[in-house]
């Protein structure tokens, strides 16, 4: 004979709440677990290189140097090393495909929940060791995949609402994302091969709304039990994903190809400004205003202080002027996935160095006339700071800098994020020489 606890148990577990929890509830013919699978098949293929993207930033960002942000993050960080410099589009292309292709897979990361929500509501939520693995995971993978979605998406607009800092949140809750989406592949990765060999997507894709049918009853209990009269075709439901990832696609491409040229096409943007006149209209990421840098800071008195190799110098930015120019057309290219080719002027690092008595500085520390903010200064190493295009950068395009783009000098070195080509720069220190 059952306990009393027994017999409340099976009760419980034949009475499921009211609503969602009930099966007859869900009743759209489209879902099943093929749907789901093709949604599935398109983030297998998108999402690690949303992830390796998005950790190959915080490389570049110099964890080394103690310059990325979280900083201490124990054993969850990718090797570090210096980011190279050889190809100069290299983190513009990186972080463009970040963004880019984060924000054209919401459509499909929307889809792909809408096909397993009856999964949400399973009654009882785990009977077994496995299940309840599945749905830990599950919870992490979709709490993970919309904080990651979310957040990033706000951190392009600038839009901070959410009150913490960004690069630490975002770090630690893709980590969450990865452990939840690598446990959800490896119980589910069998049963998406298997289905997707049952049903011919080109078929699919020709069948019109009246020839739409539900899905056959399965274990993974996706189709409906009692299907209603099909709204839309699956071919449409492809085509409104498809057209969805296309259409922001387009919307946010723009901040990255073209050199800038095409940020018009960024409708989605809020960079879609001027923030210049003619040779110097090109993206700010942090204006003179907004890091309290006055004219009077980088008037006549201002001097760049160079050390650290034993022979310290004082220079004006005439002095600076007078010595060998040279000229890079090079990118800035930022975490929100924008990006800008311009053409610059100034002195070589590595001849700045060799006046300072360091022909060949291990690291390299820079710092600005900003006085507070988390990217007033930046460390750089060896390779970057010798690469031949690496500049204290005094003109753009064939003018002055102006005050916003970080007026009297800049570092500008290739491959490197935005947020490392210090603005107003007024000392430069050689170590390791």
């Known amino acids: 004979m059952k306990s009393r606890a027994t017999r409340l148990y099976d009760w419980v577990i034949a009475h499921p709440p009211p609503g969602p929890f009930h099966r007859s509830a869900w009743r759209s013919p489209l879902r099943g677990t093929w749907l789901t699978s093709v949604f599935g098949l398109v983030l297998l293929v998108g999402l690690p290189v949303v992830i390796i993207t998005g950790l190959l930033s915080y490389v570049a960002y110099g964890p080394q140097y103690g310059q990325a942000f979280p900083g201490d993050v124990g054993w969850l960080h990718p090797p570090s090393s210096d980011w190279p410099t050889a190809w100069h589009s290299l983190y513009r292309v990186t972080q463009g495909l970040h963004v880019a292709l984060g924000i054209a897979l919401i459509p499909v990361v929307l889809a792909k929940l809408w096909s397993v929500i009856p999964k949400l509501f399973t009654w009882p939520p785990a009977v077994s060791v496995k299940q309840a693995v599945e749905r830990i995971s599950l919870l992490m993978l979709v709490g993970g995949i919309l904080f990651e979605l979310v957040t990033g998406v706000l951190n392009t607009q600038y839009d901070y609402i959410f009150g ?52 056959p009853q399965d274990e993974n209990a996706l189709a ?43 409708f989605l943007s809020v960079r879609g400004l001027s923030y210049g006149d003619g040779p110097t209209d090109f993206q700010v990421n942090r204006t003179a205003r907004t890091a309290k840098i006055t004219p009077a800071m980088v008037g006549p008195a201002w001097r760049l202080r160079l050390t650290g190799g034993g022979a310290e110098r004082v220079l004006t930015r005439e002095q600076l002027l007078a010595m060998p120019q040279h000229t890079a057309t090079l990118p800035i290219a930022c975490v929100e996935g924008w990006s800008s080719v311009q053409t610059w002027t100034g002195v070589r690092l590595r001849d700045l160095a060799a006046l300072a008595g360091a022909s060949s500085p291990h690291t390299t520390s820079v710092r600005s006339l900003e006085r507070r903010g988390a990217f007033n200064h930046a460390t750089y190493g060896h390779g970057q700071v010798h690469d031949e295009d690496a500049l204290l950068a005094l003109r753009v395009n064939g003018v002055d800098l102006s005050i916003d783009h970080g007026y009297p000098a800049r570092v500008i070195i290739p491959a490197l994020p935005g947020v490392h080509q210090t603005k107003w720069v007024t000392s430069m220190d050689f170590r390791g020489a």
Do not use: C, Q
């Not at 990765?189 to 049952?198: D, F, I, V, W, Y």
């Not at 449409?236 to 994903?241: E, P, Y």
């Open 224 to 266: 409906p039990v009692a299907p209603a009269p099909a709204s839309l075709s699956r071919r449409g439901l492809f085509g409104l994903v498809a057209g969805s990832s296309a259409l922001l696609t387009v919307a946010t491409l723009g901040n990255t190809v073209g050199g800038g040229s095409l940020r018009w096409t960024a």
């Open 164 to 215: 913490f800092d960004f690069y630490t949140a975002h770090y630690w809750g893709a980590w969450i994302f990865i452990a939840g989406f690598v446990v959800h592949v490896g119980l589910k990765l069998p049963t998406m091969l298997r289905t997707l060999r049952t049903r011919s997507l080109r078929t699919e894709l020709r069948t019109p709304l009246p020839a739409t049918v539900a899905e």
